[in-house]
C-alpha cells in the first residue's frame, strides 16, 4: 500500500487528544439516541440512518475538497468493506440487540472487550509486543468497568444477549485494527465515507427503504431529564447523531489511529462508558452510586496505567501499492478533516 503525501507524522499526544474528543462525543451521543428510542425510531432503523446519513454528508464533503480521494484499489477493497459492515454497521445493531436482551450495563462491559481482544490479535497473530503493564491496565479498566455496570446486581444472562455483546466486542476490536491499517494510507475524510457508504450498502440489503417506518421522524419529543421541558422535532436527534455521534466521532478515532496503535486507541476508548454514565446523571437524572463513581476512577486508573506501559504508536506502513494514487491537491491533515464535521 502506497503511502500518500497527507499521511502526517506521527504524534501520540495528538492520538490521544482525538480519542479521547470522540470517546467525549460518543457519551453524549448515548444519551441523546435514548431521546431518539424514546420517540419511536426503531433500533435498525436508527443504526441504517446513522450509516445513510454520514455517507451522504460526506460524499458532498469529498465530492467538494478533492473528488478523485473516492477513487479506490481492488486490494484496499476488502479492507473497506469489513470497516463498513463490521465497524459501520454490526457493532450498533449487536449492541442494541444485546442491550434488548441483557441489562445496559452487561452489555456495555462486554463489548468494551474489545480492547483485550485487540490486544490478543496483537500479540497472537502480528506478533507484536505487548507489555506487562499494558496487560495490568487493561484488566484494572475491565474490572472498573464492571463496577461501573455492577455486574453483581442482575442475575440470568440470555445467551443470545451475552453472543451479540461479545460479537459487538469482535467488531469493535475489528474496526480498530483495519482502519489502523487503512488510516495510513488515505485520509481520514475519504476513509470514514468509504466506511459509511458500505454500511448503508448493507442496511439497505439488510433493511430496504419501504419497509421502513420513517413517521416517528416527524413527531415532536422531549428531550427528557433536564431537558424534558424542551421538544424538538425527533428528525433533529437524528440529525446530532448523524453529524457529531457519528461522523465527527469515528473520523476522530480514524485519525488518531495515525499517531497511536489499535491497542492504545481501544483502551482510551474506555473512557466511553465512564463518560456516558456521567452524561446520563447529568442529563437523564441516572443516578451514579459510590460504587460506579469508584468503578470510572478504576478505569482511568486502568487507562494511564496502560499509557504509561506504553501501547505503542502504529506500525510503519507496508510499501504494497493497495490505494489509489492520491491526486495533486492541497494535502489533508487530521485537522482538516474534521473541518466539514
Not at 141 to 152: D, I, R
Not at 212 to 237: C, I, Q, Y
Not at 276 to 296: D, E, F, K, N, R
Amino acid at each position: 500500500m502506497t503511502t500518500v503525501a497527507w499521511v502526517s507524522r506521527q504524534s501520540p499526544a495528538r492520538g490521544v487528544a482525538y480519542v479521547v474528543l470522540a470517546a467525549v462525543f460518543f457519551s453524549v451521543n448515548a444519551s441523546m439516541s435514548k431521546v431518539a428510542l424514546e420517540a419511536g425510531v426503531e433500533p435498525s432503523v436508527l443504526a441504517a440512518l446513522r450509516s445513510t446519513g454520514a455517507a451522504l454528508v460526506l460524499l458532498v464533503a469529498v465530492v467538494a475538497v478533492a473528488p478523485g480521494r473516492l477513487r479506490i484499489g481492488l486490494r484496499e477493497l476488502p479492507f473497506l468493506v469489513v470497516l463498513g459492515v463490521a465497524g459501520g454497521a454490526l457493532v450498533q445493531w449487536l449492541y442494541f440487540m444485546a442491550i434488548d436482551r441483557l441489562p445496559v450495563g452487561i452489555a456495555l462491559l462486554l463489548e468494551f472487550t474489545a480492547p483485550a481482544m485487540v490486544a490478543l490479535f496483537s500479540w497472537a497473530v502480528l506478533r507484536q509486543r505487548i507489555r506487562r503493564q499494558t496487560w495490568l491496565g487493561i484488566g484494572v479498566a475491565l474490572l472498573g468497568l464492571a463496577l461501573v455496570a455492577q455486574v453483581w446486581t442482575d442475575i440470568g444472562l440470555d445467551a443470545v444477549g451475552v453472543l451479540a455483546g461479545f460479537g459487538a466486542a469482535a467488531c469493535l476490536a475489528s474496526y480498530y485494527l483495519v482502519g489502523s491499517r487503512m488510516s495510513g494510507h488515505r485520509d481520514s475524510l475519504s476513509l470514514t465515507f468509504w466506511m459509511f457508504a458500505f454500511a448503508a450498502l448493507f442496511w439497505a440489503v439488510a433493511q430496504p427503504w419501504w419497509t421502513v417506518d420513517l413517521a416517528p421522524l416527524g413527531r415532536e419529543t422531549s428531550l427528557l431529564g433536564a431537558l424534558d421541558a424542551v421538544s424538538v422535532p425527533a428528525w433533529s436527534t437524528v440529525l446530532w447523531i448523524i453529524v457529531f455521534g457519528t461522523i465527527v466521532a469515528y473520523g476522530l478515532n480514524l485519525a488518531a489511529l495515525r499517531h497511536i496503535s489499535p491497542t492504545a486507541c481501544g483502551v482510551i476508548g474506555m473512557s466511553e462508558p465512564v463518560g456516558s454514565a456521567v452524561v446520563a446523571w447529568v442529563w437523564l437524572g441516572q443516578s451514579l452510586t459510590a460504587a460506579q463513581v469508584a468503578g470510572g476512577l478504576v478505569v482511568l486508573a486502568g487507562i494511564a496505567l496502560a499509557e504509561v506501559g506504553g501501547t505503542g504508536t502504529p506500525p510503519e506502513p507496508e510499501p504494497e501499492p493497495e490505494a489509489a494514487p492520491a491526486p495533486a491537491a492541497v494535502p489533508l491533515s487530521p485537522e482538516a478533516a474534521a473541518a466539514p464535521h
